[in-house]
């Protein structure tokens, strides 16, 4: 009983790093998306 416990916590840590990069990386497209002028 314990071990599914402590595996709910890790899995919990694990999907709020991979979010917290998936959230970095939307907002990276944003900006850049925004600097690119297709002009030059």
């Known amino acids: ?3 599914k416990i ?6 919990r840590t ?3 790093v991979v979010e ?3 959230k970095k990386i939307k907002l990276i497209k944003v ?4 600097s690119i ?3 030059n």
Not at 6 to 11: D, G, L, R, S, T
Not at 31 to 34: H, K
């Open 1 to 3: 009983m314990d071990h």
């Open 6 to 11: 402590i595996a709910y916590f890790k899995n």
């Open 14 to 16: 694990l999907q709020t």
């Open 20 to 22: 917290g990069t998936n």
């Open 31 to 34: 900006q850049v998306y925004g």
């Open 37 to 39: 002028d297709f002009n």
